[in-house]
């Protein structure tokens, strides 16, 4: 291999590192199974090794705890690379699908391959596990990959560039660190594959920069997700996973419920739940494994999303630690700024409904979001709210833990994304599968031939 790559990002270094590993990649050398599989053990065994630096970078950024860097970002990407390291030589393989009458005799398949050079750009939020997984995917699938992480979490962006770029040859994966200058950079490179994770905004800007090249794009977006509790639902233990989904990494979680529709007539009894739930796990700005809002700028943001007419619980903010304390809004309404955008934030405001069909159309008002969550015992509704409401993964009386069964793809659909990753997804979004009809020499039919005799049409007909 060979490492041209030196720690600066300028344009020339961005195509240099491109063409560098489009030609590692044209070597066929990362199309081997063997070869996959000893980088992603590699890697695995350097995170391994590295836990401590994750954890202390992640702290610096926001304050995460060592707890919650575990649970939600290294446990995530082990489980990743460990299914990667199970499957990959099964997932390599050619996949047989049935041939139809009229092409026998023949053998049908797909041949999986890799799309070439991949770019990753992650979010901040959660910035090992988004930068890293979809890494994990691109690798197994046998591509070259540049990783972006998110400058807003500088300190995480650095560890990971320190440990890929330190013990990985730049031709195979490489780490470009940089905010808005060096992600247009990159952008404006061909790439194979582009993933990105952040906000439907930027998404179009990625969108726009993959299109000359007609680039595969998968795109994890955001949007505002309901959770609608119904008048029979389970109130305690559904509120109570429902605030733990909410105040995970202190509501800055693409996943998180954005606000709760409920029902008037259980609307004070959730309200109570919700104040005890909050209290119950300590989720307050004296916790010190609560997580800080990334940076003043969204701080602000959130912070001007409460009114303090409606606040019902919390409300009390800290600028200069950055904490938010978790809020419960009351009376809400959809003309209220806290309703016009996702929130991003510990901030949960409460709107009530009447019928079923007014909390659908609410729902149904804005975009198609990227979660949604029914907290019900009524069968009819969760058969509607299954087919009825589009959105891109969900939870019925749960909320979040869709994301962590690797068996279930990851993604939005319209303004909170497209495409779909985690487990054999992952491999499936890095790859082409190349349809192939393997004919037999044994016999052939002179059914498609010129002729058109009686007989022929005849049995087209009968085959039709
Ligand atoms: P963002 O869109 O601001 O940034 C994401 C990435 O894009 C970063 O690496 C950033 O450097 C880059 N970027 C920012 N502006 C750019 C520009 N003008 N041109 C080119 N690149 C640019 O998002 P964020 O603030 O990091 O994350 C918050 C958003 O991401 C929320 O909407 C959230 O819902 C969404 N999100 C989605 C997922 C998911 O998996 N679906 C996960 C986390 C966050």
């Not at 990985?168 to 808005?180: M, P, Q, R, T």
């Amino acid at each position: 291999m060979n490492t041209l790559i030196k720690e600066t990002t300028s344009e020339q270094d961005v195509q240099q590192l491109v063409e560098d590993q489009r030609k590692y990649f044209n070597s066929n050398t990362t199309r081997s199974v063997e070869f996959r599989l000893e980088q992603l053990k590699k890697f695995r065994n350097l995170i391994k090794t590295h836990e401590d630096d994750l954890h202390e970078a992640i702290y610096k950024d926001f304050g995460k705890s060592k707890y919650d860097n575990q649970l939600t970002e290294i446990f995530p990407l082990y489980e990743e690379l460990d299914i990667a390291i199970k499957n990959a030589r099964r997932w390599v393989k050619h996949r047989k699908v049935k041939t139809n009458l009229m092409n026998q005799p023949a053998k049908s398949y797909l041949v999986p391959e890799p799309l070439g050079v991949s770019l990753v750009i992650g979010a901040w939020n959660f910035p090992y596990n988004l930068s890293l997984v979809p890494v994990v995917g691109s690798m197994v699938a046998g591509n070259t990959t540049i990783l972006k992480p998110s400058e807003l979490a500088a300190e995480t962006s650095r560890a990971m560039a320190k440990l890929i770029n330190e013990n990985f040859d730049a031709s195979y994966l490489h780490v470009v660190e940089g905010g808005i200058p060096e992600t247009t950079a990159l952008l404006a490179q061909r790439f194979d594959k582009i993933f990105f994770t952040g906000s439907p905004q930027v998404g179009k800007i990625v969108n726009k920069a993959a299109a000359p090249n007609l680039t595969n794009v998968t795109l994890e977006l955001g949007g505002k997700n309901p959770a609608l509790f119904t008048k029979d639902a389970s109130i305690d233990v559904g509120v109570k996973r429902m605030i733990w989904a909410k105040f995970l990494n202190s509501g800055q979680l693409c996943l998180a419920p954005d606000y709760v529709l409920v029902h008037k007539s259980i609307k004070s009894k959730v309200l109570e739940r919700i104040v005890h739930e909050i209290k119950k796990h300590n989720y307050s700005v004296e916790n010190q494994n609560f997580v800080r809002i990334i940076n003043e700028r969204n701080f602000d943001r959130v912070v001007s999303l409460i009114d303090p007419e409606k606040v019902h619980f919390g409300g009390k903010a800290n600028r200069s630690e950055r904490i938010i304390e978790p809020t419960v809004l009351n009376n809400v309404t959809l003309e209220d700024d806290v309703m016009r955008d996702e929130i991003f934030g510990p901030i949960i405001p409460v709107v009530e409904y009447e019928t079923i069909d007014e909390a659908f159309e609410i729902i149904k008002s804005f975009e198609k979001p990227l979660a949604a969550y029914l907290f019900s015992n009524n069968n009819k509704i969760k058969d509607r709210f299954l087919s009825e409401i589009p959105f891109g993964s969900g939870g019925i009386n749960d909320a979040v833990m869709q994301i962590n069964n690797s068996n279930l793809p990851f993604g939005g659909v319209g303004n909170s994304g497209m495409g779909r990753y985690h487990g054999k997804y992952s491999f499936e979004c890095f790859s082409h599968f190349k349809a192939i009809l393997d004919k037999s020499n044994f016999f052939e039919s002179d059914l498609k031939y010129y002729g058109h005799s009686d007989r022929q049409m005849k049995l087209i007909k009968k085959l039709s």
